[in-house]
């Protein structure tokens, strides 16, 4: 962890390092030109683009997506999709993907010596409820190895998109667990540059959620509004 910049550093702001110095691959996707201003007619659609027809019954159960039940700590996770005002979102698209118990990814990019699970593919979808809640049934993500520097490894984290009305509307990031040692040595994590902000993306364990001899609970909000205090940093900025 040499080349981390200490998350304390005075010289980077709350948000989100796009070029963070610590995470190798941010120097090849952190914009180096001017924003590309998308075409009007994107953001002028006045109706919702996903609606229940579009979501099969078991997307947001990544446990029952295959004959039998993937290995690993089943996990309800949940929350409610808001904006800054912490008014509801409703009839959002939130799409997760994450990696199996093991640490590892049904993705031909992902070949680290950890067993695939024929029985988890480990990406769902739902659409947020008039309340803006949203959930999923998964198991807990293993932490995995990655190329990033010398012994580096993932916390487990599960990645979260969100559609807005449009395709335009896109906001990708991640949700981690609480009490990962591996969060003090992530520079993923650690590219949001406030710890204030970087706890908002930590999910927390919700014993009220958990469901007796079935499943662990974890929450987690999401609050749009883009860089503002209490809202949870985006990768995509
Ligand atoms: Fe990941």
Redesign the pocket.
């Known amino acids: 962890m040499s080349d981390i910049v200490l998350p304390d550093d005075p010289s980077y702001g709350p948000e989100v390092q796009v070029d963070y110095p610590g995470y190798r691959s941010t120097r090849l996707r952190a914009p180096d030109r001017p924003l590309v201003t998308l075409p009007e007619e994107l953001h002028a659609l006045d109706g919702p683009v996903f609606g229940e027809g579009v979501l099969g019954e078991l997307d947001d159960d990544l446990t029952r997506q295959h004959d039998g039940e993937p290995l690993g700590e089943r996990i309800i996770v949940s929350g409610r999709l808001l904006d800054e005002d912490a008014r509801p979102i409703p009839n959002a698209l939130i799409e997760v993907w994450?990696?199996n118990a093991a640490g590892r990814?049904r993705h031909e990019v992902d070949q680290h010596p950890a067993p695939l699970d024929p029985n988890f593919s480990g990406a769902g979808r739902c659409l947020t409820a008039a309340d803006g809640a949203y959930r999923f049934v998964s198991v807990k993500p293993g932490a995995?190895p990655w190329q990033n520097h010398a012994n580096a490894w993932?916390p487990a984290?599960i990645?979260f998109s969100v559609f807005g009305r449009v395709f335009s509307q896109r906001l990708v990031t991640?949700m981690y667990f609480p009490g990962d040692p591996l969060l003090d040595h992530d520079p993923i994590f650690h590219a949001v540059r406030d710890p204030a902000a970087r706890a908002l993306l930590v999910s927390r364990f919700d014993l009220d959620r958990t469901e007796e001899q079935w499943a662990l609970a974890y929450r987690w909000d999401i609050v749009l509004g883009r860089g503002a205090r209490g809202t949870t940093p985006l990768e995509d900025a």
């Open positions: 994450q990696a990814y995995y993932r984290h990645h991640q």
